[in-house]
């Protein structure tokens, strides 16, 4: 397993912004998908955004204007900017690395052991 490290989790207030970064290690992933997943209690896991190699961005509704997500291959990195944050963004968040369909959805090869976003009211 290549491991994945995420970081920049915390607690913030409603309207507040926070920065998560996934730096990857043990292999490039400059020519595969990465992207962003979260967790909240009780909840299924879910898509949250995602980056392909050539540039192409997808994201989840619910986060679109509000969230950035970006890469820099020479660092190997993913990072997910979070803006105007909303108690309902509260939940784990993961970084996963090489995506592929599946279920009308995405799912990854390697996955980080995830960062709590907590939002206040």
């Known amino acids: 397993q290549v491991p994945l490290v995420e970081s920049g989790g915390g607690l913030v207030q409603a309207g507040g912004s926070l920065r998560l970064s996934c730096a990857a290690s043990?292999?490039?992933?400059?020519?595969?998908?990465m992207g962003w997943f979260r967790q909240a209690p009780g909840k299924e896991r879910e898509f949250v955004a995602a980056?392909?190699?050539?540039?192409?961005?997808h994201y989840t509704d619910s986060v679109k204007g509000r969230f950035t997500i970006s890469r820099d291959n020479a660092k190997n990195t993913v990072y997910l900017q979070m803006n105007s944050l909303e108690p309902e963004d509260t939940a784990v968040y993961y970084c996963?690395?090489?995506?592929?369909?599946?279920?009308?959805?995405?799912?990854?090869?390697?996955w980080g052991q995830g960062t709590q976003v907590t939002v206040s009211s």
């Open positions: 996963a690395a090489d995506l592929y369909p599946i279920n009308r959805t995405w799912r990854g090869n390697y």
């Open positions: 043990g292999r490039s992933f400059s020519t595969s998908a």
């Open positions: 980056i392909w190699s050539g540039g192409s961005i």
